[in-house]
C-alpha cells in the first residue's frame, strides 16, 4: 500500500536550533497537510498545498515556522528558532481532492520533536 | 477551537461488546469523517459520510449522522482487543477546500 513518509521519526535537540521535518506524499495525491498535535491543544492544522501552492497556513506561528514543496515529492516543514513549547508530535497527511467533495486524507506516522 | 467533540473522552470494555462514541459540532458540514490513531502512529481512515446521508457501514463499524443535531455516531460492534486505540471525529466544511477540523478523540480500551 501507498504510505506517506515523514522523517525523521524522533528528533531531540536544544532551544535556539533550527529544526527540518520532511514529507513525501502518496504519489498523485495533490494536496498535503502539516498539523501538530499536542495532548493540551489535541490536532491542530498548520498549513496546507495544493498542487504544490500554500491555501492556507493560517494555524501557523509565521515568525518561526516555514512550510514549502520543493516539488511534488517533498514537503518541508521548518522551525527556526525552535523553542520548548514546540514540543509536539507533527503529522503529515496528503490526500487527493477535488472540488466537489471532501476525501480522506492519509496519515504519516509523525515526527516527535522534543525542544530541551 | 476543536470543531468536534467526542464523548466519552474514554471508554472501558470487554472484548465481544460494544463501543459506542458521539460526535457533536458546531456549525454546517458537508462531510463527516472518522480516525482511528494506534499509539504512537498517524490516523488512519476509516469511514467518510456526506451530509446527505444518515447512516453509513464498513464490516464492524456504523456511522450514523444528524445534521439536525449536528451530532455524529461511530458503533464498533464485537469489538477486537486490536480495536484499542483514540477515536477523531473530523469534519469538513463547504469552501473550506478539503479542510477538516478535528475533535478531541475518545480513548477505546478493549480488554480480553
Known amino acids: 500500500d501507498a504510505r506517506v513518509t515523514q522523517t525523521p521519526r524522533h528528533k531531540v535537540t536544544e532551544m535556539g536550533q533550527e529544526v527540518t521535518m520532511r514529507c513525501q506524499p502518496i504519489?498523485?495525491?495533490?494536496?498535503v497537510f502539516w498539523y501538530r498535535q499536542t495532548m493540551m491543544q489535541g490536532l491542530e492544522l498548520l498549513a496546507y498545498f495544493r498542487n504544490r501552492a500554500p491555501l492556507d497556513d493560517s494555524g501557523m506561528p509565521k515568525d518561526r515556522f516555514s512550510a514549502e514543496m520543493p516539488d511534488a515529492t517533498l514537503a518541508t516543514l521548518k522551525i527556526q528558532p525552535s523553542e520548548p513549547r514546540d514540543s509536539a508530535v507533527y503529522f503529515c497527511?496528503?490526500?487527493?481532492?477535488?472540488?466537489?467533495?471532501?476525501?480522506?486524507?492519509?496519515f504519516g506516522d509523525g515526527t516527535r520533536l522534543s525542544i530541551l | 477551537s476543536q470543531q468536534g467533540e467526542e464523548d466519552p473522552q474514554a471508554l472501558s470494555i470487554q472484548e465481544g461488546e460494544n463501543a459506542t462514541m458521539n460526535c457533536s459540532y458546531k456549525?454546517?458540514?458537508?462531510?463527516l469523517q472518522w480516525y482511528r490513531q494506534n499509539s504512537g502512529r498517524g490516523l488512519v481512515h476509516l469511514i467518510l459520510?456526506?451530509?446527505?446521508?444518515r447512516e453509513k457501514h464498513s464490516g464492524r463499524l456504523r456511522v450514523t449522522l444528524d445534521t439536525s443535531k449536528k451530532s455524529s455516531s461511530l458503533l464498533i460492534t464485537a469489538s477486537r482487543a486490536a480495536d484499542t486505540a483514540s477515536y477523531f471525529c473530523?469534519?469538513?466544511?463547504?469552501?473550506?477546500?478539503?479542510?477538516?477540523?478535528f475533535g478531541t478523540g475518545t480513548r477505546l480500551q478493549v480488554t480480553l
Open positions: 456549525t454546517s458540514i458537508n462531510n
Open positions: 459520510i456526506r451530509s446527505n446521508e
Open positions: 504519489l498523485g495525491h495533490n494536496t
Open positions: 473530523a469534519t469538513g466544511h463547504t469552501g473550506t477546500a478539503s479542510k477538516l477540523t
Open positions: 497527511a496528503s490526500g487527493l481532492v477535488d472540488l466537489i467533495s471532501n476525501q480522506p486524507q492519509h
